[in-house]
């Protein structure tokens, strides 16, 4: 069973940055595809970002340019840097893994809420 564990959310004012970690359990961490979703109230779960084991990133249109995902293998942690955060960018954010950069895998962290409000 995987776990994983989302910390880094908060408040934020508009223009601010966030960085968020997701932290896995287990060894098989490295060789899979690592995403970030994210919720907000009344809409569907949406890919934000994902990374493949390589290093090979996709990002929403919303948020090019202004998040940055990464991993650290040797951590079996994901990163998510948000910078100029817009009050859109506010819901909830899951970290998730599995095998595609499009399609999320079975194992959701428990989400970490992101508000970006003056």
């Known amino acids: 069973q995987v776990q994983l564990v989302e910390s880094g959310g908060g408040l934020v004012q508009p223009g601010g940055s966030l960085r968020l970690s997701c932290a896995a359990s287990g060894s098989i961490f490295s060789r899979y595809v690592m995403g970030w979703y994210r919720q907000a109230p009344g809409k569907q779960r949406g890919l934000v970002a994902a990374i493949t084991s390589g290093g090979s990133t996709n990002y929403a249109d919303s948020v090019k340019g202004r998040f940055t995902i990464s991993r650290d293998n040797a951590k079996n942690t994901v990163y998510l840097q948000m910078n100029s955060l817009k009050p859109e960018d506010t819901a909830v954010y899951y970290c998730?893994?599995?095998?595609?950069?499009?399609?999320?895998?079975?194992?959701w962290g428990q989400g970490t809420q992101v508000t970006v409000s003056s």
């Open positions: 998730n893994i599995g095998n595609s950069r499009y399609v999320p895998g079975d194992y």
